[in-house]
Each structure stands twice: as structure tokens, then as C-alpha cells.
């Protein structure tokens, strides 16, 4: 079931890239209020929480598998990696942003660099699944408010962290299940 769900995370955030732009878009562009203290806070979130989150948790995790020789460390480092990677189809799908820009939006890097963090950290730790959402939350709104990114930009960075996540995840062995990862939030298997 595992495998099926991830398939279904990267066919649509494969499907949620191809539209130049759409309504939920448009709608949420023109929607959200941008009070300067609101643009504020998201250009310091957008600081904190972006790319730079992203090769600080890499280096530090290298750091950590090279001392402690520890193979689940490496694979971690792996997987982090995969899930940056979703970052490299921007250049196949060339949307163009809210505002002027030199690179591509879809997806949106901040919010991948930030949900691979997040992501990695729940498959080592097996919690924390709700603080990973917030950060990714909220680094996603922090981005369209700052016009940097459409909704689906954000939308498709999540999607496409999480399906290719998870089959890494699978294929590394760091998990058997995607029950793995939610326990809580998972009713338990009945047994016949």
C-alpha cells in the first residue's frame, strides 16, 4: 500500500506541474492580504527556513556518518538527497513565477530543501511528524507571500518530496511501511 500511495504523490505532483498556472493560483495571489508586518516575518521564515536548512542538515549528517560509521546515517544522507533532488525538474516544467525571477517556480526550492529536512528527520527519529508539517506549513506560506511562489509551487514540493521520500525510503530500507512513520495516527491492523 506503501508504494502505491508514493506513486500516486509523484504522478501528481508530476500532473500539479503542468499547467502554466491555475485558478487555486490566481485565487490565492489575488485572496491573500500582504500587510508589510506579515511580508516581514515571511522574508526572516524564508531566511531560516529554506536551502541553506537543507546543506547545513546534509553536512551535519555527513559529519555524523562518517564519525559514527553508522550505515542508517548514510542511507539518511541518501535519502535527503533523493528528496532534494525532486528540486531538478523545475527546469522541465519552466513555470514562470509572481514575480520577476531569474529561476523557474515549480517546485518550490525553499519548501523542498525545508520538507526533505523534515522528511529525513521522521524516518530517523519516528517522530515529530507534526512539527515536520508545521515547519513545512509554514515556510510554504511564508514563500507565496513573499509572491515568490504559487500555491501549487508550494503544493507540488511537498507532494513530490514526500512520494519520492518514501519509495526511497523503501528501497534504502529506513522503513517497511508508511505506518512506520504515523503510528499515532494510523489505526492499528485487525487481525482476522
Do not use: N, Q
Not at 46 to 59: H, I, R, Y
Not at 117 to 125: D, N, S, W
Not at 174 to 185: A, Y
Request: charged share 15%; aromatic share 10%; proline share 6%.
Amino acid at each position: 500500500m506503501t508504494r502505491v500511495v508514493a506513486a500516486l504523490l509523484v504522478i501528481s505532483w508530476t500532473l500539479l506541474g503542468l499547467p502554466e498556472v491555475t485558478w487555486l493560483d490566481v485565487w490565492v495571489h489575488d485572496a491573500l492580504p500582504r500587510p508589510e508586518w506579515l511580508r516581514t516575518t515571511a522574508y526572516v521564515v524564508s531566511l531560516v527556513l529554506g536551502p541553506t536548512l537543507g546543506w547545513a542538515f546534509a553536512a551535519v549528517l555527513f559529519v555524523l556518518a562518517w564519525r559514527r560509521r553508522e550505515p542508517r546515517l548514510w542511507k539518511a544522507l541518501a535519502l535527503h538527497g533523493l528528496c532534494c533532488a525532486t528540486l531538478l525538474v523545475r527546469w522541465l516544467f519552466d513555470r514562470v513565477r509572481p514575480v520577476e525571477y531569474h529561476l523557474p517556480s515549480y517546485p518550490s526550492g525553499h519548501t523542498v530543501a525545508v520538507a526533505s529536512v523534515a522528511f529525513t528527520m521522521v524516518v530517523l527519529l519516528k517522530r515529530g511528524v507534526l512539527w515536520a508539517v508545521l515547519a513545512v506549513l509554514v515556510t510554504g506560506f511564508a514563500r507565496v507571500v513573499l509572491e515568490m511562489h504559487w500555491a501549487t509551487d508550494v503544493i507540488g514540493a511537498v507532494l513530490g518530496v514526500t512520494g519520492v521520500g518514501l519509495m526511497a525510503a523503501l528501497a534504502l530500507g529506513l522503513v517497511t511501511s508508511g505506518r512506520e512513520l504515523v503510528p499515532h495516527l494510523v489505526r492499528p491492523r485487525r487481525r482476522p
